[in-house]
């Protein structure tokens, strides 16, 4: 049997933490078990559901890397498919129109809740003989059984059951005759050949619905896994209130995907104590037994940790291509300056995040170096301007411009003025990056080439002496 999972977001917000984990678990599933991922929008509420929506949606999916090897299909191009089902089951009797006014469905609740009975429907035109009223569009029910249980065995909390006499008879179809949310989920899983239901556990009272429809249209049901949700330091359930829960915005916020997956993959899964899980790894070792039952607890710290991992550890020329929006949001040129892998060899040790690698690249690229006036201050008196003017006569005889040649020349200039290093290669500092922090002054010097260093040197040391 191939293993078919899906993805079914509906498009009615953001990606966010919550369907991020789904979607990667599904995934996951799939690719471990050599089987395939289907992507699905469920955009059959149509108020609420935006095309803009629809492709923050795929973007995320796109910069998470969860790739799907079928879709995306859409449940507003599937009507067709949807009312020839209804048709077959209210020919068949598994189905039934339902005449009752909103006013008598009303009533009918206000009784049950008065005599402290689960609202329910009460099955009167279940077995509707007499014809029905005229001027009225009818809702299609789904005949529900009445008795025995419905039993399944969750693939993470193990086996739970419902009893039908629990269940109501759900309304497949408006009376404008478009479908239900649980309709259209059993007839795409159903159509979509999906083997393994992973999602959130808030849909498990669904499932039993789900259930009894697929037997109804003869389709053997899928398995199920239920995911427990996710929630915030305060033990409530993550939301906007904790912070960024949108995938792009952690995107915007300077994280790798490559963080994020790992972040997610281990929210509620574990293998072993290990944390850092590449891919590849990911992929052969997820498990759905080993999903764990308790929900889990978001912690952006851990999160900002992998990210801090994953900056120093991947291959600088990719983490260069994830830089590179977050340089165009500044305004930078990356082309007008050192090769921007170097550059992220230079940062990464001192970066959280791809906003502030950005922020730190900054001055390798400007034309003009941008002075914090403090640091010129504090660095670059009257001492210090002795120190860089030094400095400036020793690298301009200097012929190799290597790291390690810089570092002589800064070595040389301090001990025979009888300056400690740093009070040579603070001014140095501050004259070519405008700041006193930057990377080592001699991998930086070395970064930014002899012409363009002497010239911020020559730049610092008329800098407000005018
Ligand atoms: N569309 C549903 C949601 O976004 C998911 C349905 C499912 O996974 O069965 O919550």
Known sequence: MTVVTRFAPSPTGHLHIGGARTAL?????????????????????RERSTDEYVQAILEGMAWLGLEHDDGPYYQTQRFDRYRQIIERMLAEGTAYRCYCSRERLDALRAEQMVAKEKPRYDGLCRDRQDPPPEGVSPVVRFRNPTDGQVVFEDLVRGPIAFDNAELDDLIIARSDGTPTYNFTVVVDDADMGVTHV?????HINNTPRQINLLRAISVTPPA????????????????????????????????????LLN??????????????????????????????????TFNPDKLLWLNQHYL?????????????PHLAALGVDPDAGPDLAEVVRALRERSKTLVEMAEGARFFFAEHVAYDEKAVAKHLGEEGRRALGAAQAALTDLTEWTIEAIHGVIETVAASGGWKMGQVAQPLRVAVSGTAVSPPIDQTLQLLGRTVSLARIEAALRHGQS
């Open 224 to 259: 199920y896994a239920h995911v427990p949700m996710i929630l915030g330091a305060d033990g409530q359930r993550l939301s906007k209130r904790h912070g960024a829960v949108s995938v792009l915005q952690y995107r915007d916020d300077g994280y790798l995907p490559e963080a």
């Open 25 to 45: 678990f599904s995934w996951l599933y799939a690719r471990r078990q050599g089987g395939r991922f289907i992507l699905r929008v469920e955009d059959t509420d």
């Open 312 to 324: 120093k550890t991947e291959d600088p020329g990719y983490v260069a291509g994830h830089l590179q």
């Open 198 to 202: 992973i999602r959130g556990d808030d």
């Open 263 to 296: 972040y997610l993959v281990r929210l509620g899964w574990s293998h072993g104590d290990q944390e850092i899980f590449s891919r590849q790894e990911m992929i052969d070792l997820f498990d759905l037994a080993a999903v764990h039952r308790a929900p889990s």
